[in-house]
């Protein structure tokens, strides 16, 4: 192993006489990606936590990967997306251990949903019961790919689409999964791939795995991961609301209607098995139905106390209860015929539970809710603070944490990132962008919009920035706070010159490559697409974002929290909203440079901007490219 990271020795390496630039094709050393190597490098030594905010073309990658792998440290880093640790793991952890000529012993560790289960695929063939020629073609390719795979991940097999409802079939989950009373356990890939990490020096996750293994900790139900010296989280911004899924307990349709399932996969071979619990099953399945029919009527997202106050919906959330109730009582007689039976037992008793458990009061310290989807619904209770719970985790693990997003600070403040993590005076870093803004952005703050309330303004946005597309020759996205507006700025732009890409009418990743491949389209996107989307070059040359990103007012986890900020004598729209809405702007801005070569136009609709005096806040932490109200100076600038 090697020892701890010399001063400066890191920053260095990424210098122009370091092996970087001797080998890396078009690298150019920057000062800001060497100061971020360096406090990193010095947070892992001190075991700090660190939280560091690298614009984008920082080359944070880097930054991070360097001294961490020079350091005589376990390191597990966490990225935000199962792509991005793949590419960190396939492409950019190769390429640094090449440069840096150090040996390492690394590992990808994924969530249990990601890797083949082979007693789930052998349940699967035998129950015979697929649904289309299709789904029988899609398992003929899973068994085949099984038969040769070492890792068993899915990413390997391209031909079977992410979205196949044969993937939940033959992969496991943790109420699912038979652990080492599985026939098949030796062969597991989940328990082969934690070893692996076990083993590791250092070990790529993504944040829902990371947060699954610290749930669990919580729990006190042992860990995932191995125990580390310094844990990198890669896309930060993202961990404050992940942890609120993680840290929640919750029931869905789905989990209900899978438990189902495999207690009916698991009655083969068990002589009566099945007439005894049928009934039983079939009384669940009703259950379940009769729910999602009686939640109809409601808002699909709200306070449980709305559920509650609906006589049809308690009711059928009562008669739900009942249900497990009775199935938990039926499996009790048959769990110990087989380790599958038992398992099934388990599970329904733990979804019984957690049913009772949210059924309950609502404690001051968390917040009950419910959703309801297209074809089920899941109940919810969160809680409010995540950050003392966070604060103790990472207090027990006595090691460097580091966090590094293009998205923490607010006007050059980390305050509303670090109250949500719980970090108590950590080191703050703020090292902007190495971009040349000046030279390659122009933001246009139009005029004459109306408020953003009024009832034509997504048709006054089009109208704005119709002008702007002539200018740029397409080439644009579209950014919406809402899929209501984008679908209304969809049909307003129908008679568009330019190709129209629309979120919801393919696979996000189907959309993004036709719209590199036209050179001239124009994208509309909401939610996901504010986030985690690159294109460099011509292809796109204008993000324009219509309102404000600020939370939906009805959400309901969001409502309790912004209470809880005001019995604590805070401002809610000052100390939570605000904020939030800062962070999220910054990541569709970030959409339109991407390279020191790329040259666009961002354009923010929103007249609060200019208007409100929080306003301020919002410009003051975007990058610092120039300004103008002027059209002209739009045309101007793509004349150019």
């Known amino acids: 192993m090697t020892q701890a990271v010399d001063d400066h020795a890191a920053s260095s390496l990424l210098g122009a006489d370091g092996p970087f630039a001797r080998e890396v094709p078009n690298f150019a050393p920057r000062l800001t990606q060497q100061r971020m190597a360096d406090a990193v490098a010095d947070a892992i030594d001190s075991h700090d936590a660190l939280v560091v905010e690298a614009g984008t073309g920082t080359g944070k990658t880097f930054a991070y990967l360097v001294p ?24 950019d952890l190769p390429r640094v251990l090449g440069i840096l000529g150090v040996k390492k012993d690394v590992a990808l560790l994924k969530g249990r949903a990601n890797y ?10 035998e129950s015979g019961q697929l649904r289309s020629r299709k789904q029988v073609d899609e398992l003929q390719t899973i068994r085949a790919w099984a038969a040769r795979t070492r890792t068993g991940d899915r990413a390997e097999l391209a031909a079977v689409p992410e979205g196949s409802p044969l993937w939940p079939r033959v992969t496991s989950t943790a109420e699912n999964c038979l652990g080492t009373e599985c026939p098949f356990y030796d062969e597991c890939f989940v328990f082969k791939a934690r070893r692996r990490a076990q083993e590791a020096d250092m ?31 890669d896309e930060a ?129 968390e917040v009950r809710w419910y959703e309801v989807s297209e074809r089920g619904f899941e109940l919810s209770s969160t809680p409010l603070d995540l950050a003392p719970q966070l604060q103790t985790l990472r207090n027990a693990t006595d090691a460097a944490w580091i966090h590094t997003s293009a998205t923490l600070s607010v006007a050059g403040q ?32 139009p005029q ?40 209304l700025a969809a049909d307003l732009l129908t008679d568009a010159p330019w190709p129209l890409f629309v979120q919801g009418t393919a696979p996000r990743h189907q959309l ?3 719209f590199r491949d036209s050179g001239n389209g124009v994208l509309l996107g909401a939610a996901s697409f504010w986030e985690g989307v690159d294109v460099a070059g011509e292809a796109l040359s204008v993000v324009a974002i219509d309102k404000l990103p600020f939370a939906s007012p009805d959400d309901p986890v969001l409502q309790a929290r912004l209470d809880a900020v005001r019995r604590g004598g805070g401002n809610p729209f000052r100390d939570w909203q605000i904020p939030a809405a800062v962070i999220a702007l910054k990541q569709g801005a970030g959409r339109l440079i991407r390279d020191v070569h790329d040259r666009g136009v961002l354009v923010l609709c929103d007249p609060r901007l200019c208007e409100k005096a929080y306003g301020k806040l919002f410009l003051a932490s975007l990058p610092p490219i120039p300004r103008t109200r002027g059209l002209a100076d739009v045309q101007a600038f793509f004349g150019e």
Request: aromatic share 6%; glycine share 8%.
């Open 68 to 91: 961490a792998l020079l350091s005589d440290k376990r390191v597990i880093v966490s990225t935000g997306t199962r792509n991005l640790q793949d590419q960190l793991f396939h492409r």
């Open 116 to 125: 083949l289960c082979k007693y789930r695929l052998q349940q699967t063939v």
């Open 203 to 233: 070990v790529v996750v993504n944040h829902h795995l990371l947060l699954s293994d610290l749930a669990l900790r919580r729990e006190g139900f042992g860990s995932i991961l191995p125990e580390a010296g310094a844990y990198i989280l």
């Open 237 to 365: 911004h993202q961990l404050p609301e992940l942890a609120g899924q993680y840290f929640s307990v919750g029931i869905s349709a789905r989990q209900v209607t899978e438990l189902a399932a495999d207690t009916l996969a698991e009655c083969a071979g068990q002589p009566g098995a099945l007439a005894s619990l049928q009934p039983a099953l079939d009384g669940v399945n009703d259950a379940v139905r009769k729910a999602r029919l009686a939640f109809e009527a409601l808002p699909k997202r709200g306070a449980f106390a709305q559920l509650e106050a609906d006589a049809g919906a308690a009711e059928a959330l009562e008669a739900l209860g009942n249900a497990l109730d009775d199935l938990a009582g039926v499996l009790v007689g048959q769990a110990e015929r087989s380790k599958g039976l038992a398992s099934v037992h388990a599970r329904c008793v733990v979804l019984d539970q957690r049913l009772q458990r949210i059924a309950g009061r609502d404690g001051e310290d």
């Open 414 to 445: 980390f305050e509303h990132f670090t109250r949500q993590m719980g970090l108590v005076d950590p080191v703050t870093l703020d090292l902007g962008s190495p971009f040349d803004y000046a030279h390659q952005a122009l933001c246009w703050l």
């Open 448 to 487: 004459g919009l109306p408020e953003p309330a009024a009832r034509d303004y997504t048709q006054r946005v089009i109208e704005t920035v119709r002008p702007v597309l002539e200018a740029s020759k397409g080439r644009a996205f579209l950014l919406f706070t809402s899929h209501r507006a984008l679908k």
């Open 512 to 514: 993004l490559s036709d």
